[in-house]
């Protein structure tokens, strides 16, 4: 059963990590906690505590999924905490206006771009800048090797990050990026593009019909080898590295504020409401709501209870599976209530 309450999260592309992050009840700006996601086996391994403000792209996994970094608008800047125990290993609260958070899946660095002042490289493993970066809206790092997408005024490939080799074109806003072993692909509001990393020569490029298809993210399913983007109008398409055919595309719910994160080496997707579905055919294949998750989110617990209820236990039958199951004392008695209320009803219709 999904979750109503929608989560920022973060994937990882070859770790099989997520992080997924909600406010805390009651809500303050600043406060969260985090849940640590393996997606492979469909487990959520922890919680901790976090300083966070939602909603936003500001959280980010490094590649050996040991650090989540996690950043702040007002206050608190930017901070990393290890996976292992939620420990918060290094803040940076002099990192205000926290806008983009993204690591580096082969290297020791995270980038943090910032709604005023100049970006930060910073050393993962410490939070020391290594460099700051004026007039840097974004990065994307290949998980195949040292090539590095660079936002600015130009879209920069660099081999490694400093070492700029190629402008590809004007950047847009909101640019993102994936890479595969040979080829870079590139989604903005002029559509999708790729180009070949050792020539940088404009491969096919597949426009934006205006109002319609805007490509929310990106990446390359490994399995398949095909790049994948999931689109604004709930699609999931999936491109030929080379020529840019279609492939496949699918259609994926149409939930109000729903984000997608891709995971498991492009094969699946991570949406806010933390289930996941195929890249390839946009099918369900886990629903992550876990008891604890449900009972925390008031409307999905409700919707459970009323589930069971009317489901084809009796009420001596549901009373013990709620307790067997853990269920509190309050909820156990809503759904009792519900599962008389349920009954009389369908005893009232079978008089008539």
């Keep these: 059963m ?41 487990a959520v391994l922890r919680h901790f505590p976090v300083r966070y403000e939602r909603p936003g ?24 905490y290890a996976t292992e125990n939620g420990r918060e290993i290094w803040r940076r609260k002099d990192l205000k206006a926290v806008q983009l958070v993204t690591a580096s899946e ?112 990106v990446s390359f399913n490994e399995g398949v080898k095909c790049f994948v983007a999931a689109s604004r109008d709930h699609r999931v398409i999936c491109f030929e590295p080379r020529q840019g055919a279609i492939l496949r595309e699918a259609r994926l719910p149409a939930g109000p504020g729903l984000v997608f994160g891709f995971c498991r080496r492009g094969s699946a997707l991570l949406a806010s409401n933390l289930c996941i579905y195929a890249s390839e055919t946009g099918m369900l294949t886990d629903d992550l709501a876990t008891p604890d998750l449900l009972s925390w989110d008031p409307e999905a617990r409700m919707e459970r209870l009323r589930a069971l209820a009317e489901g084809s236990m009796s009420f001596d039958q549901l009373e013990r599976y709620l307790v067997s199951e853990g269920f509190s004392e309050a909820d156990i008695t809503r759904a009792l209530s519900l599962k008389v209320a349920q009954d009389r009803k369908k005893a009232q219709q079978g008089a008539t």
């Design 57 to 80: 792209f500001r959280l980010a996994l490094s590649g050996d999924g040991r650090l989540c970094f996690l950043g702040c608008y007002e206050a608190y800047g930017l901070a990393a």
């Design 2 to 42: 999904p979750l109503h309450h929608l989560f920022d999260v973060a994937t990882g592309y070859r770790n099989h990590l997520a992080v997924a992050v909600a406010d805390d009840e009651p809500p303050f700006k600043t406060r969260g906690t985090a849940h640590l996601i393996d997606v492979r086996s469909r």
């Design 106 to 217: 082969v290297g020791d660095w995270v980038f943090c771009a910032r709604e005023t002042g100049a970006a930060h490289l910073l050393k993962a493993a410490t939070g020391e800048t290594l460099e700051k970066l004026t007039g840097i809206k974004a990065i994307c790092a290949s998980p195949f090797g040292q090539s590095v997408l660079v936002a600015g005024r130009s879209l920069d490939l660099h081999q490694p990050f400093g070492t700029k080799i190629a402008s590809l074109r004007q950047a847009q806003e909101g640019a993102k990026g994936a890479f595969s072993p040979f080829e870079v692909a590139v989604a903005d509001g002029n559509g999708l593009s790729c180009y070949d990393l050792a020539t940088q020569e404009p491969l096919w490029a597949h426009a934006t019909i205006p109002g319609e298809t805007h490509f929310l993210a």
